[in-house]
């Protein structure tokens, strides 16, 4: 059974930064080779949006649109976790953040798996609980 727990959020003021952490329970991140672990989060009244994906085996990276520039994801494979770093954040980052977790099908290229699934094309196949994040002005 895979397991996602999402953690790290809390309240931070308008240009600061966090680190989200997602542990990955039920598969070795460095010895399962076609899945993706993406960042989604959702603010009140408004649509899930994707944040950031990493994929494997090559660490392939998504990012959602105008995210990029303050959003880094990156992973430790000793500790089966992955991370979500923001910095200069702004009160509209205030969101419920997401780990999830997609096995690769065959008809997603891998080059394109990550891409595909911030960008809402790909539903992940497995959701942690959510953190909040909450940026103030």
């Known amino acids: 059974e895979v397991k996602l727990v999402d953690s790290g959020g809390g309240l931070v003021q308008a240009g600061g930064s966090l680190r989200l952490s997602c542990v990955v329970a039920?598969?070795?991140?460095?010895?399962?080779?076609?899945?993706?672990i993406a960042w989604f989060r959702q603010a009140p009244g408004k649509e899930r949006e994707g944040v950031s994906c990493i994929s494997s085996p090559y660490g392939f990276k998504s990012y959602g649109a105008f995210l990029q520039d303050r959003f880094i994801i990156s992973t430790d494979i000793a500790k089966n976790t992955v991370y979500l770093h923001g910095h200069s954040l702004k009160p509209d980052d205030t969101a419920v953040y997401y780990c999830?977790?997609?096995?690769?099908?065959?008809?997603?290229?891998?080059?394109?798996?990550?891409?595909?699934?911030?960008?809402?094309?790909?539903?992940?196949?497995?959701w942690g609980r959510g953190t909040q994040v909450t940026v103030s002005s």
């Open positions: 039920g598969f070795t991140l460095g010895d399962f080779p076609d899945y993706a």
């Open positions: 999830a977790a997609r096995l690769r099908r065959q008809d997603s290229p891998t080059e394109s798996h990550c891409a595909e699934i911030t960008s809402g094309l790909r539903t992940p196949d497995y």
